[in-house]
């Protein structure tokens, strides 16, 4: 039997399954084609490569320059086929077969063959490449030699035809569909590649919406519209001007000013209160979730965070609502790892709740009625320290003395990943956003054994073999029929790790992006949860004729 | 003169080893390890073992030094660790702008310097003498970052004579050469009086004087030039103050400069820009300095080559 879309849908729990279809190919009426617009970014872009871009920066913008099989419906995070027509899962759920729409055309006119996704998938996995999103696609047959260097292509991966390819997975993977909507999964033209070398990044030829027409370094990037696209009738937009070097403060100057329609780096703190006290401006920012959520992280192999009652303890020793108040309530109070709105997150679940007494007795139980001096590393760039100083108070509240340690990020990130370095980090600026949403991304390299390494992203170095062994069984659930049940796994699990507490949950942010009065399109595509800030194929301008 | 000049660039040398040595440890002393940045937060062991093969991070430092030294010598500031790119091309396309505003920085602080300092000498220990140096005690003491937004919200944002930042036309380059220029002229103003309140006692102005030339004559054809003179030797020094405040006003105003390329490279731990940035810019202090002498020399015969 083969499953189709929909039912593979449901496997991976996502919502509205029959409606799929219909939003792929729904057009907004009142859209009008034409006018470009401008968004600024204070940051140079680093590379539109889309084997090696991995911020949130240039991570919209390679999705509008390339596609992989599989996408998502603009403005949702359920999975849509992309370069893929449709596809077919095998009963162990282990062989996918992808057949490729016909007459998809390169930027460079040449049309797209099962050849190029070949190609492109054992380019990505190659070490040479220096892919950060390598390890991504280790379910597939053949990565080890391909990642250890005694293979330079996957023996799992072949074409089936000129529009049909085969991937062959080594173990059942119920994230395969999302790892093949991640940009790492582009399908890229191998001619364009050879020819540009290691700058492919500033030379980028996909199949995407809009193709790179100018780029002057540390100036603008001009995104041009691809008029042979193969979604008809998209972009809107003619062209997408990115102005690179500019302070938030300044683009917000300049939208206020009329001069800028998005600012890419969003509504600088300093700033969000006036924005929002001001109706007209405020009308112009929409609001929405994110798949975020920060966190403390309490190293439970350094004592006495070692000793879990210490670490239920400082659970509840944080004023969670204070903190949120700290950033201008641009978040709401997190009680788990999962932000709420990923499939698996435990509804009713309250988390610990605020309640010193509480706190301090569990301290006492755990030999600490003096409390302990303990450090707090945090990132340097405004709102961490403050939000630190916060969490510092609230320690202080139970008797536990935490100096503040604010470093940059890079150092942060190192002392995260020693064993006995960071008793505590404040992951504000390098917390958890998910690569695709599904449960299972805030597990493995974060709460997993595997991330528990020197160099890893467990910071609490917290190893539970037994979730380990769930995780990898949920995981191992391809049958739509039971994706409920891969879902309750999931939320078991982290139900088990917050009975560990190796964290604290904060908060989970909530984007708010600013955009100019002439910009059209559903507010949906401008809180879109995979294309931050927002989805360019799908936004038009109002002021076009 | 010849021998002075092969001395003092073998000594620029030796600086710009010494400083590409210093920066070099420096930067991976850093508790920060640059393979992590490149590999990302998804990478397996593998990965970012390979990755850290491949850009040769595993070999011991002397021999990392050694080859970047080689590369060097051959022109190749290598590659940026997260764009990929040239680090010599990432530099080449932004140095005409910093280089610009230089110029620009440069003239504005003479311009607005030299008219104060000799305003403030003529009328030494009036009202106007005092104001003026009170104004070019704030210029030196405002941090650049602050004068730039105000600048910006005001002349740009509230009058609307200039843009809101950005690169391109010569009104885009006023506010960030004035806000350079502003730190700059209060050091010469405070120079060229001393200097010009020195001119005006010496010998050949009293003869001058004596002979019944006008005060506006003497001023301008026997004080100036030679109160001027010992100033513009000070321009070459003035460059290594401006690498400091470039990467302040180029990130202000989006001014898209090597400034800004280093700034942002610091932040993302990407080591060949940083060191091609810094010996970029070190360089250019060096001749800046060989400039001041070379200029010095020249303008000033008692100065003795030794």
Same mark, same amino acid.
């Given at each position: 039997?083969?499953?189709?879309?929909?039912?593979?849908?449901?496997?991976?729990?996502?919502?509205?399954?029959?409606?799929?279809?219909?939003?792929?190919? /729904?057009?907004?009426?009142?859209?009008?084609?034409?006018?470009?617009?401008?968004?600024?970014?204070? $940051?140079?872009?680093? *590379?539109?490569?889309?084997?090696?871009?991995?911020?949130?920066?240039?991570?919209?913008?390679?999705?509008?320059?390339?596609?992989?099989?599989?996408?998502?419906?603009?403005?949702?995070?359920?999975?849509?086929?992309?370069?893929?027509?449709?596809?077919?899962?095998?009963?162990?759920?282990?062989?996918?077969?992808?057949?490729?729409?016909?007459?998809?055309?390169?930027?460079?006119?040449?049309?797209?063959? /099962?050849?190029?996704?070949?190609?492109?998938?054992?380019?990505?996995?190659?070490?040479?490449?220096?892919?950060?999103?390598?390890?991504?696609?280790?379910?597939?047959?053949?990565?080890?030699?391909?990642?250890?260097?005694?293979?330079?292509?996957?023996?799992?991966?072949?074409?089936?035809?000129?529009?049909?390819?085969?991937?062959?997975?080594?173990?059942?993977?119920?994230?395969?569909?999302?790892?093949?909507?991640?940009?790492?999964?582009?399908?890229?033209?191998?001619?364009?590649?050879?020819?540009?070398?290691?700058?492919?990044?500033?030379?980028?030829?996909?199949?995407?919406?809009?193709?790179?027409?100018?780029?002057?370094?540390?100036?603008?990037?001009?995104?041009?519209?691809?008029?042979?696209?193969?979604?008809?009738?998209?972009?809107?937009?003619?062209?997408? *001007?990115?102005?690179?070097?500019?302070?938030?403060?300044?683009?917000?100057?300049?939208?206020?000013?009329?001069?800028?329609?998005?600012?890419?780096? @969003?509504?600088?703190?300093?700033?969000?209160?006036?924005?929002?006290?001001?109706?007209?401006?405020? /009308?112009?920012?929409?609001?929405? @979730?994110?798949?975020?959520?920060?966190?403390?992280?309490?190293?439970?192999?350094?004592?006495?965070?070692?000793?879990?009652?210490?670490?239920?303890?400082?659970?509840?020793?944080?004023?969670?609502?204070?903190?949120?108040?700290?950033?201008?309530?641009?978040?709401?109070?997190?009680?788990?790892?999962?932000?709420?709105?990923?499939?698996?997150?435990?509804?009713?679940?309250?988390?610990?709740?605020?309640?010193?007494?509480?706190?301090?007795?569990?301290?006492?139980?755990?030999?600490?009625?003096?409390?302990?001096?303990?450090?707090?590393?945090?990132?340097?760039?405004?709102?961490?320290?403050?939000?630190?100083?916060?969490?510092?108070?609230?320690?202080?509240?139970?008797?536990?003395?935490?100096?503040?340690?604010?470093?940059?990020?890079?150092?942060?990130?190192?002392? @995260?990943?020693?064993?006995?370095?960071?008793?505590?980090?404040?992951?504000?600026?390098?917390?958890?956003?998910?690569?695709?949403?599904?449960?299972?991304?805030?597990?493995?390299?974060?709460?997993?054994?595997?991330?528990?390494?020197?160099?890893?992203?467990?910071?609490?170095?917290?190893?539970?073999?037994?979730?380990?062994?769930?995780?990898?069984?949920?995981?191992?659930?391809?049958?739509?029929?039971?994706? $409920?049940?891969?879902?309750?796994?999931?939320?078991?699990?982290?139900?088990?790790?917050?009975?560990?507490?190796?964290?604290?949950?904060?908060?989970?942010?909530?984007?708010? *992006?600013?955009?100019?009065?002439?910009?059209?399109?559903?507010?949906?595509?401008?809180?879109?949860?995979?294309?931050?800030?927002?989805?360019?194929?799908?936004?038009?301008?109002?002021?076009?004729? | 003169?010849?021998?002075?000049?092969?001395?003092?660039?073998?000594?620029?040398?030796?600086?710009?080893?010494?400083?590409?040595?210093?920066?070099?440890?420096?930067?991976?002393?850093?508790?920060?390890?640059?393979?992590?940045?490149?590999?990302?937060?998804?990478?397996?062991?593998?990965?970012?073992?390979?990755?850290?093969?491949?850009?040769?991070?595993?070999?011991?430092?002397?021999?990392?030094?050694?080859?970047?030294?080689?590369?060097?010598?051959?022109?190749?500031?290598?590659?940026?660790?997260?764009?990929?790119?040239?680090?010599?091309?990432?530099?080449?396309?932004?140095?005409?702008?910093?280089?610009?505003?230089?110029?620009?920085?440069?003239?504005?602080?003479?311009?607005?310097?030299?008219?104060?300092?000799?305003?403030?000498?003529?009328?030494?220990?009036?009202?106007?003498?005092?104001?003026?140096?009170?104004?070019?005690?704030?210029?030196?003491?405002?941090?650049?970052?602050?004068?730039?937004?105000?600048?910006?919200?005001?002349?740009?944002?509230?009058?609307?004579?200039?843009?809101?930042?950005?690169?391109?036309?010569?009104?885009?380059?006023?506010?960030?050469? =004035?806000?350079?220029?502003?730190?700059?002229?209060?050091?010469?103003?405070?120079?060229?009086?001393?200097?010009?309140?020195?001119?005006?006692?010496?010998?050949?102005?009293?003869?001058?004087?004596?002979?019944?030339?006008?005060?506006?004559?003497?001023?301008?054809?026997?004080?100036?030039?030679?109160?001027?003179?010992?100033?513009?030797?000070?321009?070459?020094?003035?460059?290594?103050?401006?690498?400091?405040?470039?990467?302040?006003?180029?990130?202000?105003?989006?001014?898209?400069?090597?400034?800004?390329?280093?700034?942002?490279?610091?932040?993302?731990?990407?080591?060949?820009?940083?060191?091609?940035?810094? =010996?970029?810019?070190?360089?250019?202090?060096?001749?800046?300095?060989?400039?001041?002498?070379?200029?010095?020399?020249?303008?000033?015969?008692?100065?003795?080559?030794?």
């Amino acid at each position: 039997m083969k499953h189709l879309l929909t039912t593979t849908a449901l496997v991976l729990g996502l919502a509205l399954p029959l409606t799929l279809a219909a939003q792929t190919t /729904a057009m907004d009426p009142n859209a009008k084609s034409g006018g470009g617009i401008v968004v600024t970014y204070k $940051d140079d872009v680093a *590379t539109l490569d889309p084997a090696i871009g991995y911020d949130w920066q240039n991570w919209s913008m390679i999705k509008s320059l390339f596609d992989g099989l599989m996408d998502y419906a603009p403005g949702t995070t359920d999975l849509v086929p992309g370069l893929a027509e449709s596809y077919t899962i095998s009963d162990d759920g282990q062989t996918f077969t992808f057949k490729l729409r016909a007459g998809v055309k390169f930027h460079n006119g040449r049309e797209m063959t /099962a050849e190029d996704v070949v190609y492109s998938l054992n380019r990505v996995t190659n070490p040479k490449t220096q892919s950060p999103g390598a390890g991504f696609f280790g379910s597939i047959d053949g990565y080890d030699a391909v990642a250890d260097g005694s293979a330079t292509s996957l023996s799992g991966v072949s074409s089936s035809g000129p529009l049909s390819v085969t991937i062959k997975l080594s173990r059942p993977d119920a994230t395969f569909l999302h790892v093949m909507a991640l940009n790492f999964a582009s399908i890229v033209p191998k001619e364009a590649v050879d020819a540009a070398g290691d700058d492919f990044g500033k030379n980028p030829v996909g199949t995407g919406a809009f193709s790179l027409g100018e780029w002057t370094i540390g100036q603008r990037l001009v995104f041009t519209k691809n008029p042979d696209y193969w979604r008809a009738g998209l972009p809107y937009l003619d062209s997408i *001007t990115f102005e690179v070097g500019q302070e938030p403060i300044v683009a917000l100057l300049r939208l206020q000013n009329g001069e800028v329609d998005i600012p890419g780096d @969003g509504i600088p703190p300093a700033k969000f209160r006036e924005v929002m006290d001001d109706p007209a401006q405020a /009308a112009r920012v929409v609001e929405g @979730g994110q798949l975020h959520t920060g966190y403390i992280t309490l190293n439970t192999q350094m004592p006495p965070f070692d000793n879990v009652k210490v670490r239920q303890a400082v659970n509840m020793a944080i004023n969670k609502a204070r903190i949120v108040q700290v950033i201008n309530g641009r978040a709401v109070p997190a009680t788990q790892p999962l932000p709420p709105s990923m499939p698996g997150y435990t509804d009713g679940y309250a988390g610990y709740a605020f309640d010193k007494d509480a706190a301090k007795a569990l301290l006492a139980e755990a030999g600490f009625a003096d409390g302990f001096d303990t450090e707090l590393y945090v990132m340097n760039t405004d709102p961490n320290p403050r939000i630190a100083q916060a969490i510092q108070q609230d320690l202080a509240g139970i008797g536990v003395r935490a100096a503040i340690k604010s470093l940059a990020q890079a150092s942060v990130i190192a002392a @995260g990943g020693e064993a006995d370095q960071a008793p505590m980090i404040w992951s504000g600026g390098m917390a958890w956003i998910a690569d695709f949403p599904d449960a299972s991304n805030f597990y493995g390299p974060i709460l997993g054994c595997a991330g528990a390494v020197q160099g890893g992203w467990n910071w609490s170095w917290y190893c539970n073999e037994d979730l380990d062994a769930m995780a990898a069984k949920a995981d191992a659930v391809t049958d739509p029929a039971k994706a $409920d049940e891969r879902l309750q796994m999931w939320s078991d699990i982290y139900m088990e790790v917050m009975k560990d507490a190796p964290w604290v949950p904060v908060f989970n942010e909530q984007r708010y *992006t600013m955009k100019s009065e002439r910009m059209g399109g559903a507010d949906a595509l401008y809180v879109d949860p995979v294309s931050i800030p927002i989805n360019y194929d799908y936004v038009y301008v109002n002021d076009v004729q | 003169m010849a021998s002075f000049l092969v001395r003092r660039l073998l000594q620029s040398l030796l600086i710009l080893l010494g400083v590409s040595l210093i920066t070099f440890v420096l930067l991976y002393a850093l508790p920060a390890d640059p393979v992590r940045q490149i590999a990302g937060r998804s990478a397996t062991a593998q990965t970012v073992q390979n990755i850290r093969e491949q850009l040769g991070l595993d070999q011991p430092l002397a021999v990392q030094y050694w080859r970047y030294l080689g590369n060097l010598l051959q022109g190749d500031l290598g590659r940026s660790y997260l764009q990929k790119t040239q680090v010599s091309t990432l530099i080449m396309s932004r140095l005409p702008a910093s280089l610009l505003l230089m110029a620009g920085a440069i003239f504005t602080e003479l311009l607005i310097g030299l008219t104060m300092g000799v305003i403030a000498a003529l009328r030494r220990g009036s009202h106007a003498d005092q104001a003026l140096m009170i104004v070019s005690f704030v210029g030196v003491s405002a941090p650049q970052f602050v004068v730039g937004l105000l600048l910006l919200y005001v002349f740009a944002v509230q009058l609307g004579w200039f843009p809101i930042g950005g690169y391109g036309t010569f009104s885009h380059l006023v506010l960030p050469s =004035l806000t350079m220029g502003i730190l700059g002229s209060g050091w010469y103003s405070r120079m060229m009086r001393s200097s010009m309140i020195d001119v005006l006692r010496q010998d050949f102005i009293r003869t001058a004087r004596a002979k019944g030339l006008t005060r506006r004559r003497i001023i301008m054809r026997h004080a100036l030039p030679n109160a001027i003179l010992p100033i513009i030797a000070m321009i070459g020094i003035d460059v290594g103050i401006f690498m400091g405040g470039i990467v302040v006003v180029e990130s202000v105003f989006g001014w898209p400069g090597i400034g800004q390329l280093a700034w942002q490279a610091i932040q993302r731990v990407d080591i060949p820009i940083i060191m091609g940035v810094t =010996l970029v810019s070190a360089t250019a202090i060096v001749i800046g300095n060989l400039v001041a002498d070379v200029i010095s020399l020249l303008v000033d015969p008692r100065i003795k080559i030794r």
